[in-house]
């Protein structure tokens, strides 16, 4: 079985709904799923407004794909992308694609993938349309990528001029707070998970989330674990059980 390190993944940026801003987060992301072995960015790279772009992809080994605009109103960028991702898929040669994009088109493009038994991670907007959240195993958005980049950064910083100043940094905020909706699937991930005595393991509880709601992941909150964010929603008790290693189990309160 393959680990994450050794994944062949298929990187698919739609540059007409991305920044260049998001670079550097994004490859630090994707490099925790395997290797991106094709890296490709597509777009009309005649117009003015994926300049921004054109700076990093030598850096970063991104190849650029023209596609002219055919007509006014219409998006070619997101057909030649579905084009290139069929004869990607069909290769066999990859476990996972990366979609970066805000555009609902591609909604299509992962629920195929997925038919296939090929894991399809998305990148995008907070305004992402549902339809291509939901179709992704997993979503990530922008500016989660952004803060823990900007974040490690930061952090570096403080370690090359003082150590003891960089353990001092505030932890990082949360980037969007858990509404109704986001506690009601935390409550039916526990109670899915969880023995006679209500009790459920967290990673557990985590799969389970992860397989209702693909954007439902500790970091588009701000947190780094799950077991901060679901001890700071205040609808659980917490009990750390055995040594090596602890395991974290949770129940909803009464």
Not at 12 to 25: E, T
Not at 35 to 63: F, M
Not at 76 to 98: E, Q, V, W
């Amino acid at each position: 079985m393959q680990n994450n390190s050794e994944k062949a993944l298929a990187l698919l940026i739609d540059g007409d709904n991305a920044s260049p801003r998001i670079i550097i987060g994004l490859l630090e992301e994707i490099a925790s799923y395997g290797v991106a072995s094709v890296k490709r960015i597509y777009g009309d790279w005649t117009k003015p407004n994926l300049n921004g772009w054109k700076e990093c992809l030598l850096e970063h080994a991104i190849q650029p794909v023209q596609q002219f605009a055919y007509t006014t109103g219409k998006n070619a960028t997101d057909g030649a992308m579905i084009i290139d991702a069929m004869d990607l898929l069909y290769t066999g040669r990859f476990a996972g694609f990366c979609i970066v994009s805000s555009d609902s088109d591609f909604a299509r493009l992962a629920a195929r993938i997925r038919e296939q038994g090929v894991t399809v991670y998305g990148f995008g907007e907070r305004k992402t349309p549902r339809p291509f959240i939901t179709a992704c195993d997993k979503f990530v958005y922008f500016d989660v990528l952004n803060h823990h980049a900007a974040h490690d950064a930061e952090t570096h910083r403080h370690h090359r001029a003082d150590r003891a100043i960089s353990r001092s940094l505030p932890a990082a905020q949360p980037v969007q707070t858990l509404d109704k909706q986001d506690l009601d699937k935390l409550r039916n991930a526990i109670n899915a998970s969880s023995n006679e005595d209500g009790w459920a393991n967290l990673a557990s509880v985590g799969a389970h989330l992860a397989k209702q709601a693909s954007d439902f992941n500790a970091r588009n909150f701000g947190y780094t674990r799950l077991s901060d964010l679901i001890t700071d929603s205040g609808i659980v008790d917490v009990e750390w059980v055995g040594h090596h290693p602890k395991v974290v189990m949770v129940r909803l309160k009464k």
